[in-house]
């Protein structure tokens, strides 16, 4: 079994309280609340026959899709399962001398980097300036560490920090000219509406961008993702991929995702108005600071020693609800918790949980 640690396990969580994991209410993985498309979900059961043959090896209705929506060459794109299959793959095939990672940050790109034994350092963000990556300083790191390779995540995972395109620009720039290989994660750009970084690929041998499909369109068991990167560059990345990575249903419903623009309407708007709504609610329990956040996600200090991450965690499992605390995430001190944006009534019972919780902490104190 792989050693990192991620949000998201309702089956564990489901097997400690002896419950359905049905009945698990998770806030630990940051996924759109919705669910399935409509859309998707009608072509996943008309597409079930499908599971009897081998999916497309050339994935022709999704990457033309992609293409046109992204603005890319479709032979610029290869497809995964999942943003983190894609992730490995680059390390295997880039085997980085030494590499340059942002902490706190998205525990894989360190395993992905140690299963090809390459080192690597990292940048520290603070949070007495939000996370925020100061570009000047990071880039003078970077010169300094010798480093070949640079994975970030954009928007950062758990910081829910962006940096801007401009900036962005100026790192993948720096990179194409000192040989360096830029590799951006946008698993949760989507939500937050701004362009990705992918056209600049067909220009920049040195960038690679990988977008996880799992997020925004809920197909985390279902598992596919992409990535963009120059044509050639995407040639020798597409050989480190296994064939039939990608199954036929998870296809079909990404797909079919990517053109239901109503439920990505959908999606936004209910994601902007739960992220305030829990924002507020946060605020209003009187411990715990919230950092900015215009994603899917909220990352909060709790300011009183007694409501560590963990014991956040611990006593809200009982009540059935997940959340994240900072164990697996360097660079974060314990008192951290990451908690998604869901639905108007599970937001809801997330604030009234964390109400009990307060009350029999303060209670017994
Ligand atoms: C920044 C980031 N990238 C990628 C992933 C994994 O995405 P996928 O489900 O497509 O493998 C995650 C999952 O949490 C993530 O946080």
Avoid at 144 to 150: A, E, I, M, Y
Avoid at 329 to 354: C, F, M, S, W
Wanted: glycine residues 6%; positive net charge; aromatic residues 8%.
């Amino acid at each position: 079994m792989h050693l990192t640690t991620h949000g998201g396990d309702i089956y564990g969580a489901a097997r400690r309280l002896g419950i359905a994991p049905q009945r698990v209410l998770d806030f630990s993985a940051s996924i759109n609340p919705l669910g399935l498309s409509p859309k998707a979900r009608r072509r996943i059961f008309r597409e079930l026959h499908s599971v009897c043959h081998y999916p497309d090896r050339r994935q022709e209705e999704l990457r033309s899709l992609v293409a046109s929506t992204q603005k890319i060459d479709p032979e610029c794109i290869v497809f995964g399962n999942g943003a983190t299959q894609l992730l490995y793959a680059v390390t295997r095939c880039l085997r980085p001398r030494k590499a340059m990672l942002i902490a706190p940050g998205f525990s894989e790109y360190r395993a992905a980097l140690m299963s090809v034994r390459t080192r690597s350092s990292e940048f520290r963000l603070h949070p007495e300036n939000q996370f925020v990556l100061r570009t000047d300083l990071f880039l003078r790191a970077l010169k300094k560490s010798g480093s070949d390779c640079v994975l970030l995540a954009n928007p950062n995972n758990p910081t829910c920090a962006i940096v801007p395109r401009q900036d962005l620009c100026r790192i993948a720039s720096f990179c194409r000219k000192g040989q360096v290989h830029l590799v951006v994660d946008e698993s949760f750009l989507d939500f937050s509406g701004e362009r990705s970084l992918s056209e600049l690929t067909s220009q920049n041998h040195h960038l690679i961008v990988i977008r996880s499909l799992t997020k925004f369109f809920a197909l985390p068991g279902l598992r596919i993702g992409y990535l963009a990167a120059h044509r050639r560059v995407a040639r020798s990345l597409a050989q480190a991929v296994e064939p039939w990575s990608v199954n036929a249903l998870a296809l079909a419903a990404a797909a079919e995702s990517i053109k239901d623009r109503a439920y990505q309407k959908r999606t936004l708007a209910m994601i902007a108005e739960g992220r305030e709504f829990l924002r507020s609610g946060f605020r209003k329990l009187g411990w715990l600071e919230v950092y900015p956040s215009s994603i899917n996600f909220l990352l909060a200090r709790s300011q009183r020693k007694e409501f560590s991450g963990q014991i956040l965690r611990k006593r809200l499992e009982r009540m059935r609800i997940l959340i994240r605390d900072n164990s697996g995430i360097r660079g974060l001190d314990p008192q951290y918790i990451r908690v998604a944006v869901r639905t108007r009534a599970e937001n809801e019972l997330l604030l009234k949980a964390l109400k009990v919780v307060s009350d029999q902490i303060i209670g017994s104190s």
